[in-house]
């Protein structure tokens, strides 16, 4: 039999969500071949508890529907790192790709079929680092396709890769590959050039010292090293955790995301062409929706031209001896809560 795309869900305390979520996914024709992780994580404190029991109340009914539900019951708080980082570990011994989604999406019945046919097709793509499955609210060119190619944005609501290109950004994603690109002048400007919002948050993420593996540092990554995502022209996701129980999600733009149509039609297969023409029309598009604050653009390009001017390695001996860090991070804090 041939082996689906596995989806991993960590979950902690969200119930209707995490209900929504599964129901969404078990709508597809493709769900009695796809097989589920969840990592059901240990409430943290008492406030997590109510929606921690009714969560275990649904698992231990038992999930129909799908290929196979395996579900990893923590019996203490793994946090999101720990406990996504277990479900991959795990869904990666016995599959070449998975799809990670978090339990606040949910998908359209043509999901998993897209991400299955997405997986293979491009899975010797060097290019290609990752499927999403959510698409941006935005007006994409009409030319008989049905996907597009981003490099310069990245979305984490519902997204696929493989075992080798995880492990690469795993390795790659960090403070020292952000350093290194600093240095070089052509990169920068490439990045730059690409999307002012990245650029910004690579300048940001190299001052606070700390470079994760998140969409926005994906995003960046791409931009630098001429990777791309392939995401569908009408979203196949909708984020509803816009309701203020998501980690990151703030609600300035909360009807843009969670009043989102998603793509309600069955599946017809994926319809593209050299999707690396449309790059820079695709640039233009998404960087009409992401644009970052004037003073942080003007922040960023401000910082990055000092450090051009005097070298990245005085630059940071003198951030480093004046204790620099602390007060960019301080500075970021507060101007993030006010």
Sequence with gaps: MKKYVPVIIPTLNRYEHLYRCIESLRRSPVAEFTELYIGFDYPPSEAYVKGHDKIKKYLDAGIEGFYRVNVYERKENFGTKRNIGDLRAKAFRDYEAIIYTEDDNVFAPAFLEYMNEAAEKYKNSEHVLAICGYSYPVSWEKDGC????????????????????????????????FIMSLGNTGMVNKLRNKSIKDFCYFISSILSGTVSITDISISVYMALFDKVVILPKISLVRNEGWDGTGLHCDDYKNDIYTGQMIDESLYAGIKDKDLYESLPKNRNILNGLFQPDLSWKIRSVLIYNIIKIISPKRFFALYNKFDLKTRYKKLKNSKHNT
């Design 146 to 177: 049905n996907v597009v190619a981003s490099d310069t944005f990245f979305s984490a609501w519902g997204w696929a890769t493989w075992r080798d290109k995880y492990y690469l950004l795993e390795k790659e994603i960090n403070i020292d590959t």
